[in-house]
C-alpha cells in the first residue's frame, strides 16, 4: 500500500480533527479567491467599459457620479446640459471622437439612452438580428435586455419615466424594436439605444427638454485636452471628468475593505495550518504504537515521515479544493444578485493567475505545518513504545 | 535461520548489565525462552528483532548480520525476514482486517495476493471477519488477527512475546496450536518468550533466561 493512500485512509479515520481544518482552510481560501475573482471581473469590467474613454462631458456635480451614470449606467446622472454649449467642446480640435448620450426613460428598469450609431460602433456592438436604429422611436436592445424582457423584432413598448421605477408611463409615442445587439460583455448588454430624437420627442410635452443632452463620452486627439478643457468650462454649468482617474480613486475606497478582509482571509488560513498542525501532533501521540508497528513491519522511518507528510498534505489539498468550489458558489450567487438588481454580470468562474499563487503556497504552508510532526515522527523509539504493553 | 552471540545490554543510565544466552535455531525449529519477570525477556526478543541495538554481540538472521545493519535496512530486513506477536495486539486502526494483512504483505516486499492472505484468515477461523474494523475486534480475535498477520508474508522467524499470559488453559493450548501450525505450514522458526510456566510442558526445547548477570 503506498504511503499516500495509507495517509488518505488516517485522515479519513479522524473525521472531525480533518473536518475542523478542511474547513477553516476552505473559507480561508474561499475568501482570498472570492476576492480575486471579483476583482478580476471588475476590473475587467471597468476596462471594458472605459475602453478608449478619456473624458466625460456633462452637467457640474460629483465627476465620479457623471462617470458612474454615463459609462456604466449605475448612478443618476448630474443633470442636463444644453446640446449648443456641448457642441463647443465636441467641435473642440483637440477632441477626436465624441458620442453624445441622452436618456431618462426606462423600460423595465433598463435605460433607454438616446445616443447615435457611433455608441455601439465603439464598443464594437454588432446588431445580431434585425438592423440598427435609423429613425426616432426606433430601439435597438442590448443582449440581456432582449433576454430579460423577451422583447422581439417588432415589438413596440412604452417608456416609464426616470430611471429607477416603471410607474409613469408615457402613453404617447410607443417605440418599436427594430434590432438586437449580440453579447458585448460592455454595459451596452443592458441598454436600449434609439437616436437622441425620440428622447427628445417623448419629453416635448412635459418640460421644456428640446435640444438637451445628458452627457458626451469623448476621446481626446490631444493629450492638452485633459488640461485645456477643464478651464474652457470653468465658468459654465459643465465639467468633464476622467474615468481612469474617477475609477481608480473609487477602487482605492474599496481598497480599504478589502484589505481587512484579505487580512481576516489570511488570518483564518493560518489557524487552518495551526489546526492541521494540532491535528497530526495528537494523533502522533495516539497512534504511536501503529507507527512503531509500521517499523517492525518493514517499513523505514522516511516512510512515517512521508505517511504524516501526506496527511497533512491531503488536509491541505481537500481544503483548497473545498476554498476553490466556495469561492465559485460564492461568485455564481454574488452574480445572480448583481445581474438581478444592477444588471450587472460578474460570473466569471476560470481560474485567476493569483489563485495557482494562492494554491501553491497554501501547499507549501500545509507540508510546512505537516513537516515538524512528521519530523517527530521518523524519532519514534520503537523498542520503549511497544515494549511496556499499554 | 537464527544466530545470536554473546548479547548484551545496557539500558541508557542504568549500572547493571544484561547478558544474554546465545541462540541457534533452523527453519522448522521452535524454541522456548523462559524467564521470570524482570531476566529481560522482552529485551531479548527486541535485541532480536533489531528494535534495540546490542550493547556487544551480534545478532545474525538468514545468514545477514543483522544487528550491524542501519536503521532503515534493519526495519526492511526485519519486516521480511520475520513476524511479530507482540504482547497486546496492535494495527493500523483506519484500515479493516484485510488490509492490515495485505499492508504486512506489501511492507514485507511481497505480490499483493488476496487469496494467500485470505487463506490464512480462514485457517484462523475469522474468514469473515477480512471486511470488519480492527476496532470492532474482540480481544480474542485481535490476538488471532496479530498471529495472522505475523505469518502472512511467510515470514522465516515468527517471534512471540508471551502470546498466552492473559489466556485460560484452553486458549493457551488453541493459541500455541495456531502459532505452531502457521510454523509449520510456512516452514518457519517459532520463538516464543514468556514466564508464562504451562508453556514449559508444552514444548520440548526451552532456554531459561537468567535473573540479571
Redesign the interface.
Known amino acids: 500500500?503506498k504511503a499516500a493512500r495509507?495517509a488518505r485512509?488516517?485522515v479519513?479515520?479522524r473525521p472531525l480533527e480533518t473536518g475542523l481544518s478542511v474547513l477553516l482552510l476552505s473559507f480561508g481560501v474561499g475568501i482570498i479567491s472570492l476576492m480575486l475573482l471579483m476583482q478580476r471581473s471588475l476590473t475587467e469590467d471597468l476596462d471594458r467599459n472605459i475602453k478608449d474613454i478619456d473624458l466625460v462631458l456633462g452637467a457640474k456635480g460629483s465627476p465620479l457620479q457623471l462617470i458612474l451614470a454615463n459609462v456604466y449606467h449605475v448612478d443618476v446622472p448630474t443633470g442636463n446640459i444644453p446640446l449648443a454649449d456641448a457642441q463647443k467642446v465636441m467641435r473642440h480640435p483637440y477632441i477626436e471622437e465624441a458620442i453624445p448620450l441622452a436618456y431618462g426613460d426606462n423600460f423595465e428598469l433598463f435605460r433607454i439612452v438616446g445616443t447615435e450609431a457611433s455608441y455601439p460602433a465603439h464598443y464594437n456592438a454588432q446588431v445580431s438580428t434585425g438592423k440598427m436604429f435609423d429613425a426616432p422611436f426606433e430601439v435597438v436592445l442590448g443582449q440581456e435586455v432582449a433576454s430579460a424582457t423577451g422583447l422581439e423584432l417588432g415589438d413596440t413598448f412604452y417608456s416609464a419615466h426616470g430611471l429607477t421605477d416603471g410607474t409613469d408611463v408615457h402613453r404617447d409615442k410607443a417605440y418599436t424594436v427594430v434590432g438586437t445587439f449580440e453579447r458585448t460583455g460592455a454595459v451596452i448588454d443592458q441598454l436600449i439605444l434609439t437616436p437622441i430624437a425620440s428622447v427628445w420627442g417623448v419629453h416635448e410635452d412635459i418640460e421644456d427638454a428640446d435640444e438637451e443632452i445628458t452627457a458626451v463620452l469623448l476621446k481626446k486627439k490631444n493629450p492638452l485636452a485633459i488640461l485645456t478643457l477643464p478651464n474652457l468650462l470653468r465658468d459654465t454649468p459643465m465639467q468633464v471628468a476622467l474615468p481612469a482617474i474617477e475609477m481608480n480613486r473609487l477602487t482605492q475606497q474599496f481598497g480599504i475593505g478589502l484589505q481587512t478582509l484579505r487580512a481576516v482571509a489570511l488570518l483564518i488560513m493560518g489557524l487552518s495550518f495551526i489546526s492541521v498542525f494540532i491535528a497530526l501532533y495528537a494523533s502522533l501521540r495516539d497512534?504511536r504504537?501503529?507507527l512503531?508497528?509500521?517499523?517492525?513491519?518493514?517499513?523505514?522511518?522516511?516512510r512515517l515521515f512521508a505517511l504524516v507528510l501526506f496527511e497533512g498534505l491531503w488536509m491541505t489539498a481537500a481544503g483548497i479544493f473545498a476554498g476553490l468550489l466556495l469561492s465559485r458558489l460564492g461568485v455564481m450567487a454574488l452574480g445572480q444578485v448583481l445581474a438581478d438588481r444592477f444588471h450587472y454580470d460578474v460570473t466569471q468562474l476560470a481560474p485567476v493567475q493569483g489563485e495557482f499563487v494562492l494554491v501553491a503556497a497554501a501547499l507549501l504552508v500545509g507540508a510546512f505545518a505537516a513537516g515538524i510532526p512528521a519530523r517527530s515522527a521518523l524519532r519514534i523509539d520503537?523498542?520503549n513504545t511497544?515494549?511496556q504493553?499499554? | 535461520m537464527l544466530k545470536t552471540d554473546g548479547l548484551r545490554y545496557r539500558y541508557e543510565g542504568g549500572d547493571t548489565e544484561l547478558a544474554f544466552p546465545d541462540l541457534r535455531m533452523e527453519k522448522g525449529e521452535e524454541l522456548l525462552l523462559l524467564g521470570a519477570s524482570g531476566t529481560g525477556k522482552?529485551?531479548m526478543l527486541?535485541l532480536v528483532?533489531g528494535?534495540?541495538t546490542p550493547t556487544a554481540g551480534t545478532v545474525n538472521l538468514a545468514g545477514v548480520a543483522f544487528s550491524a545493519l542501519p536503521?532503515?535496512?534493519r526495519?526492511?530486513t526485519?519486516?521480511?525476514h520475520m513476524g511479530?506477536v507482540?504482547?497486546?495486539a496492535?494495527?493500523?486502526?483506519?484500515?479493516t482486517v484485510g488490509?492490515n494483512l495485505?499492508?504486512?504483505r506489501?511492507?514485507?516486499?511481497c505480490s499483493p495476493d488476496e487469496a494467500a492472505a485470505k487463506t490464512v484468515l480462514e485457517e484462523l477461523g475469522l474468514a469473515h471477519k477480512w471486511n470488519a474494523r480492527v476496532d470492532a475486534l474482540s480481544v480474542g480475535e485481535q490476538q488471532r488477527v496479530s498471529i495472522a498477520?505475523a505469518v502472512v508474508h511467510g515470514p522465516g522467524l515468527i517471534l512471540a512475546d508471551e502470546p498466552t499470559s492473559a489466556l485460560d488453559d484452553a486458549n493457551t493450548d488453541a493459541v500455541l496450536t495456531l502459532l505452531r501450525g502457521q510454523a509449520e505450514r510456512t516452514g518457519a522458526a517459532l520463538l516464543i518468550v514468556t514466564h508464562d510456566q504451562r508453556l514449559k510442558d508444552r514444548m520440548s526445547r526451552h532456554v531459561a533466561l537468567n535473573p540479571i548477570a
Open positions: 500500500m495509507l485512509r488516517n479519513l479515520h497512534r504504537y501503529e512503531a508497528l509500521l517499523r517492525t513491519m518493514g517499513a523505514p522511518p522516511r520503537i523498542s511497544l515494549g504493553g499499554r | 522482552t529485551t527486541h528483532a528494535m534495540r536503521t532503515a535496512e526495519d526492511q526485519r519486516g521480511r511479530i507482540f504482547q497486546t496492535h494495527f493500523v486502526r483506519s484500515l488490509e495485505a499492508l504486512a506489501s511492507l514485507a516486499g498477520r
